[in-house]
């Protein structure tokens, strides 16, 4: 009892000393700049801008959980399954003074799902073949500027912002964000290879001729998946060579202060390892009568490392308008790749009775190290991107939050403890694939095409809530996709 006591009044104070310190970086950052002459003549102008996307799909075969969270049951093998979406993004900029920027965005998205829901794949009526709609904010942040069109620039942003590290990556990748550390999950999402994260970054930038340095610190609150605001630290720096090479690190302490250390480290049964153990006394004859576990338990809380780099052997004669760079183009011709180590810490295998929960533990890293590479293959004029990428995803649990989410355990989804789910352990490790076409046919028009196969999950209506497959839709090698968009700006 104390000791759940003075962890809460710790991460009560670290709560607070974090906020206070967001607070005054804000200060400091206006205060710095606000001196500055503003430009009349760009403040206080609404930006507006806007997409209208179309696209179709369809799993060529692929898994589900019949029945998902209410009622597991067999694995349904699935194929030919049609989706699909329309969606409406708007977005909103203004610059309220030279120094300050704020931006918003939203989109309307249209849903359909052709996927069976009940066992043996029969088509249902109702939840087989469904339409819904959504409503979200895809960005809400304000962006301080400090010493704009310096060879050195400071810029602060804090709210709901997009981020992306890794330039050259279209659908796997970007680690860092898009993943849990305990247990390993990896996100992805169709022509959107980015995070979106809520909290404050501060970034200091040096350019010059040659290099084209960055680093961007990070304090972040989870509101994604439970347990909910918990706060993050985070770094990653990049460094760009004469347009040749460029390469980056990162550190994310993920859910280094928790909000309540009891959902962050659930101290339950289903959740404690064995770590030591202590003899058992006889209190009448002080003898030694056995011996008793001492258990410790698994936590959300890990630290992810990422190292990436880029290879671009043509960087210097891209814009020089030779017939090199027109073949090129302005991507074709880049190699590029990503390590991640998703957790640091190791933990032992669970050890309850009933083995279904955490069956493999955390004992090994290299269970939590996904990598990636991929090139740009030169199409000339006829593609603007043609991007391939390959995928190691090295753990022998389910690619999937469905204890995180349901149970509030930071455990893995046992393949054999759970009928819903396929035994992963067959598929160790699994190699996921990506082949992405991008092409601007007017000014305002692009087509996009990405066949492969990537850590999508399927769509459920909300009111369908307990149909949720919290797991990959594709697992074994012979699981595949297939979307396109045809994409409208404005």
């Not at 349904?76 to 969606?87: K, R, S």
């Amino acid at each position: 009892m104390k000791g759940n006591v003075a962890a809460t009044v710790k991460g009560t104070l670290g709560r607070l000393i974090a906020g206070v310190l967001m607070l005054l970086h804000c200060f400091l950052i206006g205060t710095a700049v606000a001196g500055d002459t503003d430009d009349d003549s760009t403040l206080n102008k609404l930006s507006i801008s806007g997409k209208l996307q179309f696209d179709c799909a369809e799993m060529l075969k692929a898994r589900t959980s019949a029945g998902g969270t209410s009622n597991p049951g067999t694995p349904t093998n699935v194929d030919h399954i049609w989706y699909g979406h329309t969606i409406a993004e708007l977005s909103a900029e203004s610059r309220m003074f030279d120094w300050f920027l704020v931006r918003a965005g939203f989109e309307l998205r249209q849903y359909l799902t052709m996927l069976p829901l009940i066992e043996k794949a029969r088509r249902d009526p109702f939840f087989g073949n469904t339409s819904w709609m959504g409503f979200y904010l895809r960005e809400g942040q304000g962006i301080f500027t400090l010493l704009k069109n310096h060879p050195v620039s400071i810029e602060a942003a804090f709210g709901y912002m997009p981020y992306k590290y890794n330039p050259e990556v279209r659908n796997l990748g970007e680690f860092l964000f898009r993943s849990g550390t305990y247990p390993l999950y990896l996100l992805t999402e169709f022509d959107r290879p980015f995070a979106r994260l809520t909290g404050l970054r501060t970034g200091l930038q040096m350019k010059n001729d040659m290099i084209d340095a960055k680093i961007d610190a990070f304090g972040l609150i989870e509101r994604e998946l439970r347990p909910f605001n918990d706060i993050s630290i985070a770094v990653i720096a990049g460094i760009d060579f004469l347009k040749i090479i460029s390469a980056g690190c990162g550190i994310d302490f993920a859910r280094l202060l928790p909000m309540d250390s009891r959902l962050t480290i659930p101290e339950e049964s289903e959740n404690e390892y064995v770590v030591d153990s202590m003899p058992v006394i006889d209190s009448s004859t002080g003898a030694i009568v056995g011996s008793r576990p001492v258990y410790e338990h698994y936590t959300f809380q890990g630290t992810k490392l990422m190292l990436r780099a880029t290879v671009d052997p043509f960087g210097m004669l891209r814009g020089t308008g030779s017939f090199v760079d027109r073949l090129l183009g302005e991507n074709g011709g880049k190699i590029y790749g990503e390590y991640a180590l998703i957790g640091l810490e190791n933990y032992p295998v669970n050890q309850q009775q009933l083995q279904d929960y955490n069956r493999r533990g955390y004992k090994l890293a290299d269970d939590r190290s996904p990598w990636m590479a991929g090139c740009t293959v030169p199409f000339w004029k006829i593609l603007d991107i043609f991007a391939l990428e390959v995928e190691r995803f090295p753990g022998y649990s389910p690619d999937s939050y469905f204890r995180q989410v349901i149970n509030g355990w930071p455990l893995s989804t046992s393949s054999n403890g759970n009928p819903g789910v396929y035994d992963t352990t067959t598929y160790v490790p699994r190699w996921n694939w990506s082949i992405y076409m991008k092409k601007q046919i007017t000014r305002h028009f692009s087509a996009v095409c990405q066949v492969g196969r990537d850590h999508q999950r399927w769509e459920f209506n909300p009111a369908q809530a307990d149909y949720y497959d919290f797991e990959a839709a594709m697992v074994k090698p012979d699981e595949w996709g297939w979307r396109v968009a045809g994409i409208f700006n404005f």
